[in-house]
């Protein structure tokens, strides 16, 4: 019974989580209308964001200090720089040369290599359900975005293969994120992760543009602070304390709610159009996850 209950709030924290996530493309959208690059807006999340994780990782201690060896600090460095670092950076060049829609499908092939990583490197089983409930989704996301679907823009394998790579390294670092999370704890992790993530983010900045950032309407700047705390902060940790209850794999499978919750929200908040394809593609999605939380109930 407790176990069930803890896999109920699993599903909770991941679905709010991936909400909150996927609220951060309607910010973009806001922010852009000031003629912010994709590269300061980042920085300006990540860098509002920095000093939170700082001050939680200082006031935190590792749940499982005896487990954790000096090779795991590194792995938290490599993850760190995988996962919200590198799959961002992957996502915003490859959107330079494909539409949303096509990066939208393409991205969302991670909770395949979710399974295939986590049944490669840590032996996880990967289960029927799990299988049928990945279909159904990934179905539910190509009809959701169908309609943005296009094929004949110039540079279509640059794109699509630095989308894939941010489908990659994103699932790189769920699974990790499963392995390590019961060394560290989900706050210990969490803040290293993100503090690793976000510092290289500043180090692009300072190496590569150094361009002014005191120039932009007021509103960017709010922007960016909302993104950093309701779009990065609170959705980090809830995602991790997720995986710690249902695992990389069940959570990758919920994440497939991520452009369909962006699809509502620029609806309510942004006044764009809701297609009836777009509201099946929906249901199918909800549908998948339904699958995925009801196996796992079931399992117990």
């Known amino acids: 019974m407790q176990k ?3 896999i109920s709030i699993g599903v909770v924290l991941a679905i709010v989580g991936v909400i909150l996530f996927s609220a951060k493309a309607v910010m973009v959208k806001m922010a852009y209308k000031y003629h912010i690059s994709s590269e300061h807006l980042l920085l300006f999340r990540m860098s509002f964001s920095v000093p939170v994780y700082f001050a939680i990782a200082m006031l935190t201690k590792p749940a499982n200090p005896e487990a954790i060896k000096k090779s795991d600090y590194l792995w938290i460095l490599f993850f760190g720089f995988v996962g919200y670092y590198l799959a961002s950076y992957f996502d915003f060049l490859g959107l330079q040369y494909i539409k949303a829609g096509l990066e ?3 991205l969302f092939v991670y909770p395949t290599l979710v ?3 986590s049944r490669i490197f840590l032996k996880k089983r990967i289960t029927k359900k799990q299988l049928i409930a990945i279909c159904i989704t990934y179905v539910g996301v190509v009809i959701t975005f169908w309609q943005e679907l296009q094929l004949d823009t110039p540079n279509l394998i640059s794109g699509v293969s630095l989308i894939f790579l941010s489908a ?3 699932a790189i670092y769920l699974v990790g994120s499963g392995w390590l999370i019961p060394k560290f704890g989900v706050v210990v992790f969490t803040s290293y992760a993100m503090i690793v993530s976000s510092l290289c983010i500043i180090i692009q900045y300072i190496l590569l543009d150094r361009g002014d950032l005191t120039n932009y309407a007021p509103e960017v700047y709010v922007l960016g ?3 950093a705390f309701f779009a990065t902060i609170v959705p980090s ?3 991790s304390s997720a995986i710690a209850r249902l695992g990389a794999s069940n959570v990758a499978i919920i994440g497939s709610l991520g452009p369909v919750s962006t699809i509502l929200l620029a609806f309510f ?3 764009e159009n809701l297609s009836t394809l777009q509201i ?3 249901g199918i999605v909800i549908f998948g996850i339904y699958i995925t939380t009801k196996k796992s109930k079931k399992s117990q």
């Open 4 to 6: 069930s209950k803890q």
């Open 237 to 239: 940790y809830l995602i």
């Open 269 to 271: 908040i942004l006044d």
């Open 104 to 106: 939208r499908i393409i």
């Open 115 to 117: 399974l295939i990583i």
């Open 280 to 282: 099946i593609g929906a």
């Open 225 to 227: 602070i909302l993104m």
């Open 168 to 170: 990659l390294t994103y």
